[in-house]
């Protein structure tokens, strides 16, 4: 089990050097580093939901310590849209998310993982049903990266359709759960 929580601790070193490697190499950090932190947090979400439907024995760690990750990347990409594109300023923040699909999607998202990060912890339990929405939040984060570019090309399509196919799933299961 522990041999298995390490291979995951160096894919998240790798992501991180592999990340600042390219971002600090750049020409243009901002859009750099808007493409790594979001990427980074999208495969780290989707790992999590992956092993979140999957469940085996000796991987039941998995889906926390990438949601850790996919967190910890999020929160970097809101960072750099909110000093270097907004000035922290929230006026300009909140005017973008009322107006923009791309900026409203991306911070729903965001807010959810944040709510399912203090889900997480022992103090926030009673929020722990958000963590179903999951999903939706991983649909409505590759929904931003689709967004992202002007033409969607062949990744953002891909990001999309595996969102739709967990969402459809994880949904059938839990109302096949409930009936």
């Not at 495969?43 to 996919?70: C, M, Q, R």
């Not at 709510?115 to 103090?123: E, Q, T």
Request: hydrophobic residues 55%; positive net charge; proline residues 2%.
């Amino acid at each position: 089990m522990l041999v298995y929580n390490f291979v995951v601790y160096i894919l998240f070193s790798i992501s991180i050097i592999y990340g600042f490697y390219n971002i600090l190499n750049s020409f243009d950090f901002v859009k750099e580093a808007y493409f790594y932190t979001g990427i980074f947090s999208l495969i780290f979400l989707n790992l999590s939901l992956l092993f979140s439907l999957v469940k085996l024995k000796n991987t039941k760690d998995y889906p926390k310590l990438f949601g850790f990750f996919s967190v910890f990347w999020a929160i970097l990409h809101f960072l750099n849209y909110f000093i270097f594109d907004r000035n922290m300023q929230i006026s300009r923040l909140f005017g973008d998310i009322s107006k923009r699909l791309l900026e409203s999607s991306g911070f729903i998202a965001f807010i959810l993982l944040i709510l399912m990060l203090l889900s997480s912890f022992r103090f926030f339990k009673k929020i722990e049903k958000i963590r179903k929405l999951s999903y939706l939040c991983f649909l409505l984060a590759s929904y931003h990266y689709f967004l992202s570019p002007k033409v969607p090309m062949f990744w953002e399509w891909s990001a999309l359709i595996v969102a739709l196919i967990y969402f459809i799933l994880a949904y059938k299961r839990l109302i096949i759960k409930n009936k």
